[in-house]
């Protein structure tokens, strides 16, 4: 089957601990995308890249990195410059070309404790 | 600066009636709009788009979205609600300068049997 596999499903962070949360799709597709998702605030946009090796910051990346070196795979690392950082984090790939749908993971649900 | 807003939190429906979920726009340029859906603890699903051409779009589900340029509205719609439908709706604008999607902040359906 294809898709978007994000791992862990859920997982707790100590303060001051950087962790990192995985995303890898099979779709063959170019552009990849983490984005947030807080109550009521919908989702927002941390980091994308539309191709191997490159990437650009989003609305809110600030207290988060990534990286892609390889097609399939784009993990995200969330630092501990990030304030806040329990919420849950989805990926989401996409094709070359305009305006096509982009297909997200099932999402990680990350607490600090 | 593109946006997306949906005016409504929630929205409550009977099954067997109609469903609307509004969503307004404030793009430049031409818009590119999108819908999807999103269980609880899940990612998002793919609705529909809008790319050009009719303004009644049609997707998966037996939902439709009408896209309005005059009033800047690309409405979900559906003749009859299921139960199954309730979820979190988001609608969302693509940039033409950037590939990834800037989303609404989502409206709660529910459907009562």
């Known amino acids: 089957d294809g898709g978007i596999t994000q791992s862990p499903k859920y997982l707790f962070r100590k303060e001051g601990q950087n962790v990192t949360l995985s995303c890898e799709q099979n779709?063959?597709?170019?552009?990849m995308y983490w984005y947030r998702q807080d109550p009521g605030q919908g989702l927002r946009l941390i980091y994308y890249?539309?191709?191997?090796?490159?990437?650009q910051k989003g609305d809110i990346a600030e207290g988060y990195s990534v990286s892609r070196e390889k097609k399939e795979s784009f993990p995200l690392t969330v630092t501990s410059a990030q304030k806040n950082p329990t919420a849950f984090y989805l990926c989401?790939?996409?094709?070359?070309?305009?305006?096509?749908?982009?297909?997200f993971g099932q999402g990680t649900r990350l607490t600090v404790v | 600066a593109q946006s997306v807003a949906q005016p409504e939190d929630q929205v409550n429906v009977a099954e067997g009636n109609p469903l609307t979920v509004k969503c307004t726009y404030s793009v430049s340029g031409n818009p590119y709009l999108f819908w999807y859906v999103q269980y609880p603890n899940r990612g998002l699903q793919f609705l529909l788009k809008?790319?050009?051409?009719?303004?009644l779009v049609k997707g998966s589900y037996g939902f439709e979205a009408e896209f309005n340029k005059s009033q800047t509205s690309f409405h979900l719609k559906k003749p009859s609600a299921l139960v199954s439908d309730s979820a979190l709706y988001f609608c969302a604008v693509q940039h033409t300068g950037r590939r990834a999607l800037t989303f609404g902040s989502g409206t709660r359906l529910q459907v009562q049997p």
């Open positions: 989401a790939s996409s094709q070359q070309g305009a305006h096509t749908e982009a297909f």
């Open positions: 809008y790319i050009t051409g009719d303004n």
């Open positions: 779709l063959n597709h170019d552009a």
């Open positions: 890249s539309q191709i191997v090796n490159d990437f």
